[in-house]
């Protein structure tokens, strides 16, 4: 087989089970990959080789065995360096914790070793995941595998490197204000926003709590959305460490359903303009899903410039909030791309009870309204942002005549995790430069399950897409 690596980890696992490939010859294909590409990509920032291979040997002593073998047994995965894995730097970006080793896997990575997946190593974020684009001063710039001018995204940016570069089957990305959908939507991968509490966030770098426990989550990033959706089914489940944990099973989509749930799509918020070639992304999956049976219509749910403002409030203003006292005194060992973050939120008043009482009010009362729209459309479509991967350090962007400014480029995702829904991205399409461009399928929480057997619907009639040729 002439290159292990650009399978998708379900045609892994399948290679594995026949017997064509074993998990030794598989895990030996990735780490001669990332050596070939990580100086150019700066995707992993620590390697776990050693405890890969000896794990790769189990592996294929256990098919050799006639073992009962899980669903990603043998399969090489990637985690971001902000949750923890045991033995290996969970550092988030940050000359702050510089060294900091985990003592034990999170639950996740857990759940995903018992399903048999073997993780190769931790990979880039910036610091402390406060951009959309991945830089810090520890380990320098993750660039993106389609062209290396421009960036991977961000925080999950390193992740999603190393996916579509082939040097990592799938993994661990986190989501706070499209922290994995912009950075799968600049590589031409998947990625999952789960509902919060879904997927344990027990175990990363910053902890979920107070009103991050409604905005950040951590989901998988894979290259299909079969692959996604049998590593969120090994990661689901509750763990006493997430306070928005909920035991909520795992649930089967019916089939001869799933046509009569009804898309709503739409192209533009009204504020924030798209490029061209996003529309025409977003036409074409309508197409796609016509062309499938679907009921689709045009449809825009009331509410999103509120639910921006209020996501603002609680990821900048309370997340400045949060972080300062880590930071106070620290500026030599700030990143540029952080002290950038901190003066955009230095311009905002600082919270006061009564401010965030009535952001979280606020943000309930959002909520509840576009639920009410979403009766009528359970799943809507929409951009991922309003411009495919941006040059290094890019801060704005003329689009249709506008100018964009980064903080207004991501809306389309800081919604969704304001509202707390589930999103995953599907690449459907290329710009004018050759850089893949996403669409987003948006659910209501905790329906994942529909969400990805929708998107996969549209994967489906799209074809394969491309890899980047590297």
């Not at 995707?43 to 256990?62: M, T």
């Not at 710039?141 to 062209?147: L, Q």
């Not at 795992?250 to 009804?262: G, I, N, S």
């Not at 800081?414 to 690449?427: I, R, S």
């Amino acid at each position: 087989m002439s290159d292990l690596t650009r399978l998708s980890a379900m045609e892994m696992a399948d290679h594995i089970r026949s017997k064509s490939i074993s998990p030794v010859e598989l895990i030996r294909a990735h780490f001669d990959r990332i050596k070939k590409l990580n100086l150019r990509l700066n995707a992993f920032v620590e390697l776990d080789e050693e405890r890969a291979h000896l794990q790769a040997k189990y592996a294929e002593a256990a098919v050799v065995q006639g073992k009962t073998l899980g669903p990603l047994h043998g399969i090489p995965i990637s985690i971001k360096s902000s949750i923890d894995v045991a033995g290996l730097h969970c550092e988030a970006g940050t000359r702050l914790r510089a060294g900091n080793t985990a003592v034990s896997d999170a639950p996740l990575v857990s759940r995903l070793r018992a399903a048999g997946a073997i993780v190769l190593g931790v990979t880039n974020t910036p610091e402390l995941l406060m951009a959309w684009e991945t830089d810090n001063l520890l380990y320098g710039r993750t660039n993106n595998p389609w062209d290396l001018t421009r960036t991977a995204g961000g925080s999950s940016g390193g992740e999603s490197a190393a996916i579509a570069a082939g040097m990592s089957a799938g993994g661990v990305g986190s989501d706070g204000g499209g922290s994995i959908r912009v950075p799968a939507h600049f590589t031409g991968i998947c990625g999952l926003k789960p509902t919060p509490g879904r997927i344990p966030s027990t175990g990363h770098f910053p902890p979920s709590g107070g009103p991050f426990a409604l905005l950040g989550v951590v989901g998988p990033m894979a290259r299909t959305i079969a692959d996604l959706k049998v590593l969120f089914q090994a990661m689901a489940g509750p763990d006493d460490g997430d306070p928005s944990s909920a035991p909520v099973p795992l649930r089967a989509v019916d089939l001869r359903e799933l046509k009569q749930t009804r898309i709503g799509w739409f192209e533009d918020d009204g504020r924030t303009p798209v490029t061209t070639e996003t529309r025409n992304a977003v036409r074409s999956a309508v197409k796609h899903f016509e062309n499938a049976g679907f009921s689709v219509a045009p449809f825009r749910p009331d509410g999103l410039e509120t639910a921006r403002q209020h996501w603002w409030k609680f990821f900048g203003i309370a997340g400045g909030m949060l972080l300062g006292p880590m930071l106070d005194g620290r500026e030599a060992d700030i990143s540029p791309m952080l002290k950038e973050f901190n003066g955009w939120v230095a311009q905002e008043p600082r919270h006061t009870g009564d401010t965030l009482l009535a952001t979280w009010m606020g943000r309930d009362e959002v909520r509840a309204g576009v639920l009410a729209d979403m009766q009528r459309f359970p799943i809507l479509l929409c951009p991922v942002a309003a411009i495919p991967a941006f040059r290094h350090r890019e801060r704005e962007w003329l689009v249709e005549g506008k100018t964009v400014k980064y903080l207004d480029a991501w809306s389309y995702t800081e919604w969704f995790n304001l509202l707390g829904f589930p999103a995953a991205v599907v690449p459907m399409g290329k710009s004018l430069e050759g850089l893949p461009i996403g669409v987003q399928v948006v659910g209501r929480p905790w329906e994942e399950e529909l969400v990805l057997a929708i998107a996969g619907t549209l994967e489906e009639q799209r074809g394969r897409f491309y890899l980047p040729v590297l």
